[in-house]
C-alpha cells in the first residue's frame, strides 16, 4: 500500500504542470462516463420494478408464469436458464376455489382481460365482477350485450360514446356491437361487460387472465401470499404482492428488464474494453512525454521505487479526479437515453431508471486502475535505468518494445488469425458468434504492437510522401524516426475506423438483406395491413370479386435452447384460403415443403413448423424430425420440421399453421393479409372491393408489392436507432480518443517545431510538414482499421447472409475514410497555429 501513499513531488507535479496530465484526464473522464452510463442501464435492468395500476387494491395477485425455465448442461455443469415469455398466459378459472379455502382470504375474483379494438385505440376489456379489483364499482352492472367504459376508455373510444350510444368492438372473440350502460371513473383506459360476455369475447373458455385476492381485516397480504403458494403447489401459477403485481399487470416488463441488462452488459463489457485502450494509451503516453523529468530525477540519485512511487501517485490523482468529473454526465447521460428508449415507447410502464453508487464505483475504479497500471509499466524502462544513462536514453526514442508486450502481442495477433481462420470455415451462428471476437484481438495486437506497426507501415508508405519535394521528405524521416509517437495516434484512429466500419456495415448490411427478403417473399397482388384482423375479415376478402385467394399472417414468437441459453425469436402464423403458399408468400425454400402449413392441410404428429436456415442450423433441425419449442405462452411443442428456408430475416424465423398458434396468443389478429387476384380479374374492381372493406377498419392500408416493401422500409426505420445509438457511443469514444492523442502529442511537440524555425524553416513549412505527417497517420490509421473491419465482416456476412461478400454501401464508406483522413489534419492543425506564435528560443527553452 506504500505505493499508493501520496507524496509531495507527485502533488506539485500535477498542481502546477496539469498541461503533462491533460491526455489522460480527458480520456478517463468519457471513460468513467461511458462505463457509469452503462452501469446505470445494468442495475435499471436488474433492479427493475413496475407499479401496479388497475391492480393497485389487490393485495395479492395470482396469474400464469412470466418465464419459461428449462436446465441446460449436464452431470455438474447443470444450469437452469430463463427467458420472458412474449405472451400473457392464462390459468384455469377452477383454481379460484382452491384459492378461496385458504385462511385470510375475504374474496376470490377471476379476471378475466381481453383486447377490444374501438376505433383507432385498443384497450383493454374485462369482466364485470373484475372491477372491483381495480376499486371501479360504480354504476350499473352491464347486461348481455352491454358495456360500462371509463373515462378514459370513453376519450379514446371514437365518437366520444356516452350512456346509450352503440360501439363497436374487434375482439378475439369476434366483432360485435355494444350498447354504453355507464361511463364510469378509473383508472387507465378499460370497459366492462358482463362476465358471460368476457369469456366468449377473450375466445379462451375456462381460462381466466389473473386471480385477485382480496384479504380479510387485519390478515397480512404477506403471510395470505405465502399460504396462497403453498396452496398452488403443483402447479406453474405465479403468485405477486408488491410492486411484483405491476410485473404481472405489464407483460412487456420481461422485455424491459431484458432489454436493458442487456444493453448495460453488452455494450458495458465493449465501453469498458475499449476504455481500457483509451486510458492506458494516453497514460502511457503521459509518462513517455516525461521521460526527460525521470531521467533527471534518476539522474540527482531518485531510486527505481521512489519514480514508480511518483507515477502511482499522479495517475491515481488524476484518475480519481477524472472519473469524479464523469460518473454525473454519465449519469445524466444514461437518464437521457432511458427517456428516450421509454418516448420510443421500449420500457414497459412502471419501469424507471435506477441510478445506484456501484456503476460509479465500478466506473472510478475501473478508471483508477487502468491508469495507475499503464502508467507504472510506461515509467518501468526509465525507473530502471543507472543515473548515468538516463538523460541520453531519454534523448532519443525506442522503436521495439520490451520482450514481454512483444510476445504478448504476437501471441494475441496469432489468436486473431487463428479466430478468424475458423471463422472462416465455419457456418451459421458459428461465423456470426466468431466475428465479434476478431475484431477485439485484432485491435488488442494492434494497441501492442503499435510502435512496430507504425515503424514497419511508416516504412513501406511513408516513401511515397517523401516523393513531393523536400518537405514531404522531411516528414517522410521525422515520422520513421519518431514512430512510436505515431503509434499513439494510430492506434486510435484504428480503433475508430474499425469500430466504425464494423458497426455501420453490420446494421447496413441486416436492413438491406431484410429488405431484399421482405420484398422477394412477397409474391401476393395486394396487402392488406393494419391494427389487426379478425377471422370473418379474411372470409369477406377471399369473397371479394377478383380475389382467388387470401393468406392470413398472424405475428407471434417463441421461445428456443439457443447459443446455451433461452432466446425468443420472431414467428408467424399462416391461414386463410391459399391452397399454395408460395402464390403469396415465398419464403425461399431450400430444403422440403410448406404443403403442411396450408389451412386444412393433413398435419404430422405434433403439429408442423418450417424454419429460417439460421434457426434451423442453431436447432441442428433436420427436414422430417422435430424440434423442441415453447409457443408465445409457455406452452412446449414438438413440431415436426417441414421446410427450411432463406428469408426468414424479412419475414420471420419460425413459420407455423395460424390454428397451431391462434390459442396461444393475446390477441389473435392477424397483421396482414396477403390477397392473390384470379388471372384475367378486374384489377380496379378489385381494389375498390378491398378499399370499401378497409374502410370498416381505420388505419388499414391496401398495397401492392413496392408500396408494401416502401412501408415495410419506413416502420423499420424506428428499430434502427437502438442500433446506432450504440454505434455513436462507441465510435464516438475512439474518435474523442484519437482526437485528444493529436492534440497532446502535437502541443508535446513544441521544442521540436522551435528548432525547425531557428534552423529557417518557415511558418508555411512547418505546417506542411506537421500536415504531411498528420495524413500518414491518417493513412495509416484507415488502413489498420479497414482491415480489422474486413477481417470481421467477412465471416460475419458468410455465416449471417450466406455471403462471403460483404456489404458495403459507398457513400458510407467514403464517409468513413474521409473522416479518418481528415481527423488528424484538421485536429492537429489548429494546435500547430498555436504553437507556432510562440517565439523559437521560447519554445526550445520550453518544459515539455
Known amino acids: 500500500m506504500s505505493l499508493l501513499r501520496p507524496n509531495g513531488l507527485a502533488r506539485t507535479s500535477v498542481r502546477f504542470r496539469p498541461a503533462s496530465f491533460a491526455g489522460s484526464f480527458v480520456a478517463l473522464v468519457f471513460a468513467a462516463m461511458l462505463v457509469t452510463m452503462c452501469g446505470v442501464l445494468l442495475e435499471s435492468g436488474v433492479r427493475a420494478h413496475s407499479t401496479p395500476e388497475r391492480y393497485a387494491d389487490t393485495p395479492v395477485l395470482v396469474t400464469g408464469p412470466a418465464k419459461v425455465h428449462k436446465q441446460l448442461g449436464k452431470g455438474e455443469g447443470k444450469y437452469t436458464e430463463s427467458a420472458p415469455l412474449p405472451e400473457r398466459t392464462r390459468i384455469d378459472a377452477g383454481l379460484a376455489g382452491r384459492i378461496a379455502a385458504v385462511p385470510g382470504v375475504r374474496a376470490v375474483i377471476p379476471d378475466v382481460t381481453f383486447p377490444a379494438q374501438t376505433g383507432r385505440a385498443v384497450v383493454d376489456g374485462h369482466g364485470w365482477s373484475s372491477a372491483a379489483l381495480a376499486g371501479t364499482r360504480a354504476g350499473t352492472a352491464p347486461g348481455a350485450g352491454q358495456v360500462v367504459l371509463t373515462n378514459a376508455a370513453a376519450g379514446v373510444a371514437g365518437g366520444a360514446p356516452k350512456v346509450g350510444d352503440t360501439v363497436s368492438l374487434t375482439t378475439p372473440g369476434g366483432e360485435v356491437a355494444l350498447r354504453v350502460s355507464a361511463v364510469v371513473p378509473g383508472r387507465g383506459a378499460h370497459l366492462y361487460v358482463s362476465d358471460a360476455d368476457a369469456q366468449r369475447l377473450a375466445g379462451h ?231 465479434g471476437g476478431v475484431i477485439m484481438l ?121 447459443d446455451g441459453g433461452l432466446q425468443k425469436e420472431s414467428a408467424q402464423g399462416v391461414g386463410g384460403t391459399t391452397r399454395d403458399l408460395a402464390t403469396t408468400l415465398d419464403l425461399g425454400v431450400r430444403e422440403g415443403s410448406t404443403d403442411a402449413l396450408r389451412a386444412g392441410a393433413p398435419q404430422p404428429e405434433g403439429g408442423a413448423i418450417a424454419l429460417d436456415r439460421q434457426l434451423a442450423s442453431a436447432l441442428h433441425g433436420k427436414v422430417g424430425r422435430p424440434v423442441s419449442l415453447w409457443l408465445g405462452d409457455g406452452t412446449p411443442i414438438k413440431p415436426v420440421l417441414v421446410a427450411i428456408y432463406d428469408r426468414g430475416m424479412g419475414t420471420a424465423a419460425a413459420t407455423l399453421p395460424r390454428a397451431a398458434v391462434e390459442r396461444h396468443v393475446e390477441t389473435p389478429w392477424d397483421a396482414r393479409l396477403l390477397v392473390r387476384f384470379a388471372p384475367g380479374a378486374d384489377v380496379r ?135 479518418a483522413l481528415l481527423l488528424a489534419p484538421l485536429t492537429v492543425a489548429p494546435v500547430t497555429r498555436r504553437l507556432l506564435r510562440v517565439t523559437p528560443i521560447d519554445a526550445v527553452g520550453a518544459k515539455e
Open 685 to 819: 374492381a378489385a381494389d375498390a372491393a378491398l378499399t370499401g372493406l378497409v374502410r370498416q377498419h381505420p388505419g388499414t392500408s391496401v398495397d401492392d408489392r413496392a408500396g408494401y416493401a416502401a412501408r415495410v422500409d419506413k416502420d423499420r426505420e424506428a428499430n434502427k436507432w437502438l442500433n446506432y445509438i450504440m454505434l455513436v457511443i462507441l465510435a464516438g469514444f475512439a474518435t474523442i480518443a484519437a482526437i485528444n492523442t493529436m492534440v497532446v502529442t502535437t502541443v508535446a511537440r513544441s521544442r521540436e517545431l522551435g528548432l525547425m524555425r531557428m534552423i529557417g524553416s518557415t511558418h508555411g513549412q512547418v505546417r506542411a510538414v506537421i500536415r504531411r505527417e498528420a495524413i500518414l497517420v491518417g493513412v495509416i490509421g484507415l488502413g489498420l482499421g479497414l482491415s480489422v473491419a474486413l477481417a470481421s465482416l467477412v465471416p460475419f456476412n458468410k455465416g449471417a447472409f450466406d455471403t462471403a461478400t460483404p456489404y458495403v454501401p459507398l457513400p458510407l464508406c467514403l464517409a468513413i475514410s474521409a473522416a
Open 205 to 435: 373458455p375456462g381460462s381466466v387472465t389473473a386471480i385477485g385476492v382480496l384479504t380479510a381485516a387485519g390478515a397480512d397480504p404477506g403471510t395470505v401470499a405465502r399460504d396462497v403458494r403453498a396452496a398452488m403447489a403443483g402447479t406453474d401459477v405465479k403468485v405477486s404482492t408488491g410492486d411484483g403485481r405491476g410485473a404481472a399487470e405489464y407483460i412487456e416488463f420481461g422485455d424491459t428488464q431484458e432489454m436493458l441488462t442487456s444493453i448495460g452488459g453488452t455494450l458495458g463489457g465493449i465501453v469498458l474494453l475499449v476504455a481500457v485502450f483509451v486510458v492506458a494509451g494516453a497514460t502511457a503516453l503521459s509518462v513517455g512525454q516525461r521521460r526527460r523529468d525521470i531521467a533527471l530525477l534518476r539522474a540527482v540519485g531518485a531510486t527505481p521505487w521512489q519514480i514508480r512511487r511518483m507515477i502511482a501517485t499522479e495517475t491515481g490523482l488524476v484518475a480519481l479526479v477524472a472519473g469524479a468529473v464523469g460518473v454525473l454526465p454519465g449519469a445524466l447521460l444514461a437518464r437521457w437515453w432511458f427517456g428516450a428508449m421509454d418516448g420510443r415507447g421500449l420500457i414497459a410502464h412502471g419501469v424507471t431508471v435506477s441510478v445506484g453508487w456501484i456503476p460509479m464505483v465500478v466506473a472510478i475504479g475501473a478508471g483508477a486502475v487502468t491508469a495507475l497500471g499503464a502508467g507504472l509499466l510506461a515509467a518501468r524502462r526509465s525507473a530502471k535505468i543507472k543515473p548515468t544513462e538516463a538523460l541520453g536514453d531519454a534523448a532519443s526514442e525506442r522503436v521495439f518494445v520490451g520482450w514481454f508486450r512483444l510476445l504478448l502481442g504476437l501471441g494475441t495477433l496469432g489468436g486473431a488469425i487463428a479466430v478468424t481462420r475458423f471463422a472462416l470455415h465455419a457456418t451459421g451462428e458459428q461465423a456470426v458468434g466468431a466475428s
Open 442 to 562: 485484432f485491435m488488442i495486437a494492434i494497441g501492442l504492437l503499435g510502435p512496430i506497426l507504425a515503424h514497419v507501415l511508416v516504412s513501406m508508405i511513408g516513401w511515397i510522401g517523401s516523393r513531393f519535394g523536400t518537405m514531404g521528405q522531411l516528414a517522410f524521416d521525422n515520422a520513421r524516426a519518431n514512430s512510436r509517437r505515431l503509434a499513439s495516434a494510430i492506434t486510435p484512429i484504428a480503433l475508430a475506423v474499425a469500430f466504425a466500419a464494423t458497426l455501420t456495415f453490420m446494421f447496413a448490411a441486416e436492413d438491406h438483406h431484410a429488405s431484399v427478403q421482405s420484398r422477394d417473399a412477397v409474391t401476393a397482388d395486394r396487402v392488406l395491413a393494419g391494427p389487426g384482423f379478425v377471422p370473418q375479415t379474411t372470409q369477406r376478402v377471399a369473397a371479394a370479386p377478383g380475389v382467388a385467394s387470401v393468406t392470413s399472417v398472424l405475428n407471434t414468437s417463441v421461445v428456443v435452447v439457443r
